[in-house]
């Protein structure tokens, strides 16, 4: 975009992130892993299509995400820089393939996959993503999760509790938060996005409105110490900037039903710009502000 000058059609924003499946697998088998050590034993890998959680110690680690397939080996020596213990467990925060494509190697390590079970059930089945124009085929058998829960469930190791959380029909139906209790660390998958235009999936259950209430849940359970863990952007996040985000998804979302309400078609609400205020810092990745306007228009009645 910046070398345009300025922001794309909607015609070219749509095909651009409808490209997004090729483009961030051809971007993690370049990338590299970036570690962040957290409080206690929490750590974060990024680079690998979502951010990636890890709990270490004796009994084994936990992963939240598996990333991309193409980034494994760049993932392992991550790994193995925290600690020599093995991976036992692997947390799906939802079913996209940029955060459960490693789920096959991960199991093969010897990881037991937990998920919420829309997650499973999506990962079971061939799905159509519309609005990446995208046909995801069936995952094998040994990258679909084979502990399930339909709320919530807790795991504990290493001396912490992993307090597995689902929100309903937010960016997906499958979305789970994860907290690490002891260390007081929170990963929101893609319920959270830091700094940049959410994509929300009505092709398998989510919704604006689901959004907005799961990151309100979440900032109610949280505090002031919270370590926030998005699903993309920066990975260390807290609760005024989750703040911020809530802020400008209510205000889109506002914006944008008042102009519907109107019965403005699709293409002069985006003409509109009703995303304006927010696109300096929101809308500088795939999500452009014409995309971003679609995904919201989508999802409201």
Known sequence: MAATGGWLSPQQSFAKAQGIVDMIRADAAMASIKTYKLRGNVAILEGSGGNIAVLTGSDGKLLVDAGITATRPRIMEALSGLDSAPVKHLVNTHWHFDH??????????????FAHENTRKNLMAAVRVEDWDFNFPAAPSSAIPTETFPDETTI???????????HPNAHTNGDITVTFAEANVLHAGDIYWNGIYPFIDYSTGGSIDGTIQAVEAILANTDGQTIIIP????????GSELRDYREMLVSIRDRISKLKSQNRTLDEIIAAN???PFDQKWGQFVITPA???KLVYEGLT
Request: without cysteine.
């Open 274 to 276: 009703p995303t304006a």
């Open 231 to 238: 699903g993309h952007g920066h990975p260390i996040s807290n």
């Open 100 to 113: 459960a494509d490693g789920n096959e190697w991960v199991n093969r390590e010897g990881a037991t996959i």
């Open 156 to 166: 504990t190791l290493n001396q912490t509790k992993a307090i597995l959380k689902h």
């Open 291 to 293: 995309f971003f306007t």
